[in-house]
């Protein structure tokens, strides 16, 4: 079975400038998650989507970041325009239900903003 | 709101030793409590997954316990191996089901 798919696993931008990352969930999974992990951190919850509803975006910096789930599969992520502390791994993992017994993290998209 | 805090937060133990996790919460209140694994530059693996209604989950040499009463687990790891290196995250489940992580403990086992 694949697993989460991610790109790019690097990217480097400018402050100020945008960004996308892009996620593609296990096959059938309906819920999608996005999590920032900043260096030496947990992991924090971004935004959480079930099939191509939000379910919980509440920690979301909605006035630079956006994220979509078209047609309930694929979700890419934008920051636009970052800021130094953007700076952070970003983790997309999905799961079949929302129990989290099946929580599958994808390796994340480490983003340096300078 | 939901704190998670490990101790400790970085570990150094020879190879073979038997070592302890600890994961505290401050909201007992919780669905189910996640023990996960990271390696460097990787994503998450789970590893143990307590629901509520549970005590205690095992996987190999591995034991993860519950008390929500007290707001705390541990994550048991007997014989420890240098492939076991890693950092370890508790994590627990709140509202909608997502995640609300500690900081992790960075483990590193000497062979």
């Known amino acids: 079975e694949a697993g989460v798919a991610q790109s790019p696993r690097y990217k480097i931008i400018e402050k100020r400038q945008s960004v996308a990352f892009w996620c593609n969930p296990i096959?059938?999974?309906?819920?999608l998650y996005w999590y920032q992990q900043i260096l030496g951190q947990g992991p924090k919850l971004l935004i959480q989507?079930?099939?191509?509803?939000?379910?919980?975006d509440s920690q979301l910096p909605k006035d630079r970041f956006s994220a979509e789930r078209l047609k309930g599969v694929d979700s890419t992520l934008k920051i636009q325009p970052a800021k130094l502390e953007d700076s952070a791994v970003y983790l997309c993992?999905?799961?079949?239900?929302?129990?989290?017994?099946?929580?599958?993290f994808g390796s994340g998209t480490r983003l340096t903003v300078v | 709101k939901q704190e998670v805090t490990q101790i400790p937060a970085a570990l150094s133990v020879p190879e073979g030793e038997n070592l302890v996790l600890n994961c505290s919460f401050t909201?007992?209140?919780?669905?189910?409590l996640q023990w996960f694994r990271q390696d460097p530059g990787k994503g998450l693996t789970s590893l143990l997954l307590?629901?509520?209604?549970?005590r205690e989950q095992t996987s190999g040499r591995l034991n993860a316990s519950l008390d929500k009463s007290s707001g705390r687990s541990t994550l048991y790891i007997a014989a420890s191996q240098p492939g076991d290196s890693a950092t370890y995250l508790c994590?627990?489940?709140?509202?909608?089901?997502?995640?609300?992580f500690g900081t992790g403990t960075r483990l590193k086992v000497l062979a």
């Open positions: 993992a999905s799961s079949l239900q929302q129990t989290g017994a099946d929580y599958t």
């Open positions: 096959s059938g999974h309906a819920t």
């Open positions: 989507f079930q099939n191509n509803g939000v379910v919980d």
């Open positions: 909201d007992s209140a919780i669905y189910n």
């Open positions: 307590i629901q509520s209604s549970q």
């Open positions: 994590a627990v489940t709140a509202g909608t089901y997502k995640y609300i």
